[in-house]
């Protein structure tokens, strides 16, 4: 099984701050990795796809990068609504998630 | 527009087997590269995949679960079913089922576009 480990477990920033999240996978799995958010009593959304492709109607300040086992997550000029738990997930093997990151909007 | 709705049971005993139901609309499971996926989440906690199926009736299962899962497909209903022997407490979640792809041409998985909104399945005698 495919490890993802995610860093922080939980972050507090201020609207307009740009924030990382980082997405550690245990072996190579080329950019077969995508995030999603998720705020309180709602589904995943997803964000972006194959590491760095946006999905249609998110907002342009996410942005990922990353291939092989290193992969990031920004948000720039955070917004009060991105307050949610981001999580990655990849598909190279059997598909597993990270374990998430809180993001509190202080 | 892709709308994705779980449904079943909200409460199983231990031992038993829960059957839950995917209904779609906005796709179809005869076209080619389309999957349906299952994702459950312990309350508080993370995601976790447990199966998912594509159009050529191809099926994958969560190593871990691989035993007590079975999902099966009603192309022309428009329906993903999902049954979980043997239940247990810490099997109680909320359930998704999400559209994906399966890219022919690069023999890639994609992530999971569209969710439905959950089924919360609390195991408990």
């Known amino acids: 099984e495919i490890v993802l480990t995610q860093s922080p477990d939980f972050q507090s920033v201020t609207p307009k701050e740009t924030v990382t999240i980082t997405c550690r996978a245990s072996q190579t799995i080329g950019d077969l990795l995508h995030w999603y958010q998720q705020k309180p009593g709602q589904s995943p959304k997803l964000l972006i796809k194959?590491?760095?492709h946006t999905f249609s109607g998110v907002p342009s300040r996410f942005s990922g990068s990353g291939s092989g086992t290193h992969f990031t997550l920004t948000i720039n000029s955070l917004e009060p609504e991105d307050a949610a738990t981001y999580y990655c997930h990849q598909t190279s093997g059997l598909p597993t998630f990270g374990q998430g990151t809180k993001l509190q909007i202080k | 527009q892709i709308t994705l709705k779980e449904s079943g049971p909200t409460l199983v005993k231990p031992t038993q087997t829960l059957t839950l139901t995917c209904t779609f609309s906005?796709?179809?499971?005869?076209?080619?590269?389309?999957?349906v996926g299952w994702i459950r989440q312990p309350p508080g906690k993370a995601l976790e995949w447990l199966a998912d199926?594509?159009?050529?009736?191809?099926?994958r299962y969560n190593s871990f679960l691989k035993s007590r899962l079975t999902i099966t497909k009603d192309t022309s209903g428009n329906q993903v079913a999902l049954t979980m022997a043997n239940m247990d407490p810490l099997d109680t979640a909320t359930y998704y089922c999400?559209?994906?792809?399966?890219?022919?041409?690069?023999?890639?998985?994609?992530?999971?576009?569209?969710w439905g909104q959950g089924t919360m399945v609390t195991v408990s005698s």
């Open positions: 199926i594509y159009w050529d009736d191809d099926k």
């Open positions: 194959y590491a760095s």
């Open positions: 999400a559209h994906t792809n399966y890219e022919i041409l690069t023999n890639y998985y994609d992530g999971f576009h569209m």
């Open positions: 906005g796709f179809s499971l005869s076209t080619t590269g389309v999957g």
